[in-house]
């Protein structure tokens, strides 16, 4: 969300009827139906809320490959794009997307940083922080783990929290004003493996930083 308008970027689906600006790439796998096969897109979807009608800006710089499944978190002007899945691979790298200049740029970090991971949630939690939580590895893992970025520092530190054993994907996430992240829902478990799915109706609340007295 960014002004009056909504930003949708990427996905997988059915090949767009109209032209779009951005790349498509086929999953072969979906080629048993001819009629609709789908696939992996880069493309940018503005929705302006006040006159409900859609567009595609021009972007610039470099471009995210074609994913779905990734996350996105808004701070400022820029839009953050981490991880997603292409193909078979569950991917780790950052991006963000000017929303002024719509202009790409890609983040490198330097030391420790999450693995490639798709289904997760990306939450802003101060104009320098996003914390990153959860979701699928390449070998169909679900993950625990937590971190946090910093913009200024342009570096990923681990969070440690209680909460190792409850692995989640699929679920999703906001931050409280006393500085907490709230999970609710998702899965538990492999998904894409042939036993029931866990579902999950627990709440997991992160507390980033002190409570306050008064509440």
Known sequence: VFSPRLIFFGGYGYFPEEK????????????????????????????????????????????????????????????????????????????????????????????????????????????????????????????SDAWIYCISKNEWIQFEHNYSEKPRLWHTACASEEGEVIVFGGCANNLLAHSKAAHSNEILVFSLQPRSLVR
């Open 20 to 143: 779009q600006r951005g790349t498509f790439e086929f999953d072969e796998t979906s080629f048993w139906n001819s009629g609709h096969p789908r696939g992996w897109n880069d493309h940018v979807h503005v929705l302006d809320i006040e006159t409900f009608t859609w567009s595609q800006p021009i972007t610039t710089g470099k471009t995210p490959s074609p994913r779905a499944a990734h996350a996105c978190a808004t701070v400022g002007n820029r839009g953050y794009v981490f991880g997603g899945r292409y193909r078979e691979s569950r991917m780790n790298d950052f991006y963000y997307l000017d929303l002024d200049t719509w202009e790409w740029n890609e983040i490198l970090t330097q030391g420790i940083c999450p693995v490639g991971r798709s289904w997760h949630s990306l939450t802003p939690i101060s104009s320098d922080h996003l914390f990153l939580f959860g979701g699928f590895t390449t070998d169909k893992q679900p993950l």
